[in-house]
């Protein structure tokens, strides 16, 4: 059994489902996309994603209206396996179509670029042998990935914090996906022990110095599994 978060990006909520691996995720279309295939390499049994991420791939699915297989949809910041800012730590990133021809990589990138349902379609010439699309949302703190963090922030992107805070011994004593007062006494203090400006706000400065100090450690034995 996995514990699937779902951040509804209109409402703000956070809603929590108990699944088996075989079950399909929520909001995802009959059974195109079950927790396993979401969970791929993760060891991690806490998984999550937006209400966003999971209807574009439904409209994806339904115009190419094939099967499309992937292989790497979530991991967990620590885990690593992809870049410093990855989307996919967020849930909200798919890699697909590795098994197939380049014919039919290009006509899944077509679907999926012309649909427009996309925060980003990842150019054909830097996935050569796979097909990225992700459903990013709001302003990137830096030039590219994770917004601007603070107190009342609510969603992927503040389980991400959380869990790197925690991976690196900065407790906030829970994993929900809400920046309350807990989560900010731990970034203030991490932000004291690392020379950065003590404002509990996750900005630039802060996540490239987070990210670049959590990305693919490992399970430490502070990670939190709510």
């Known amino acids: 059994m996995a514990k699937i978060i779902v951040y509804d990006v209109d409402t703000q909520a956070l809603q929590v489902y108990r699944l088996a691996e075989s079950d399909p995720m929520p909001y995802a279309y009959g059974r195109t996309m079950l927790v396993r295939e979401f969970r791929g390499s993760s060891q991690s049994s806490v998984l999550w994603t937006t209400n966003a991420a999971m209807e574009s791939w ?7 209206g094939s099967p499309i297989p992937f292989r790497y949809a979530f991991k967990r910041i620590w885990e690593g396996g992809h870049g410093r800012q990855s989307q996919h730590y967020a849930g909200v990133a798919f890699d697909v179509g590795q098994s197939l021809s380049s014919a039919q990589r290009n006509r899944i990138w077509n679907t999926a670029n012309n649909l427009g ?11 050569p042998t796979w097909v990225h699309f992700d ?6 703190a830096c030039s590219a990935g994770f917004p601007l963090l603070r107190n009342g922030s609510r969603g992927v992107y503040v389980l991400i914090l ?6 690196l011994g900065y407790t906030t004593y829970t994993l929900d ?14 932000q004291r022990n690392n020379g950065l400006s003590a404002d509990g706000i ?18 430490t034995p502070t990670v939190i599994d709510p």
């Open 135 to 140: 459903k990013r949302y709001g302003r990137p």
């Open 177 to 190: 996906g809400a920046f309350g007062p807990n989560t900010r006494n731990a970034l203030i203090a991490y």
């Open 202 to 219: 996750c900005g630039c400065a802060t996540w490239t110095r987070i990210v670049n100090e959590v990305v693919g450690i490992g399970r």
């Open 117 to 127: 349902v996309w925060s980003y379609v990842e150019p054909q010439n830097m996935t």
């Open 162 to 167: 959380q869990d790197a805070l925690n991976a």
């Open 58 to 64: 439904n409209a994806t699915r339904r115009s190419y």
